[in-house]
């Protein structure tokens, strides 16, 4: 079992930057990558950038390459997320998530962190 907890939301303007946490406790040695993923009102869930936990390749998606970027601490169980330049389009519940190295999906999510940017 693997629990998530994220951090850092917050309400921003058009612009601005913010940097969000996630520390992850439990059976953390079964992480094999970990990853944000974002959910606004009426959206399906999408996901946002991801990283290996061996050898630290990385994932974007295009809505946000080049503005957002993904960085881990493995010793401290920990993924973070910067964003930068965050537009309205970028409101959202941001999820972190992991992965076990017993499965191939994203099995294990946490509650999220609101994103609000205004315009």
């Known amino acids: 079992q693997v629990q998530l907890v994220e951090s850092g939301g917050g309400l921003v303007q058009a612009g601005d930057s913010l940097r969000l946490s996630c520390a992850a406790s439990g059976r953390t040695f079964s992480i094999s990558a970990m990853g944000w993923f974002r959910q606004a009102p009426g959206k399906e869930r999408e996901v946002v950038a991801t990283i290996n936990w061996f050898g630290s390749t990385t994932y974007y998606s295009d809505s946000v390459k080049g503005r957002f970027t993904i960085s881990g601490d493995n010793a401290k169980n920990t993924v973070y997320l910067q964003m930068n330049s965050l537009e309205p389009e970028d409101t959202a519940v941001y999820l972190c998530?992991?992965?076990?190295?017993?499965?191939?999906?994203?099995?294990?999510w946490g509650h999220g962190t609101q994103v609000t940017v205004s315009s």
């Open positions: 998530a992991a992965r076990d190295v017993r499965f191939g999906q994203y099995n294990y």
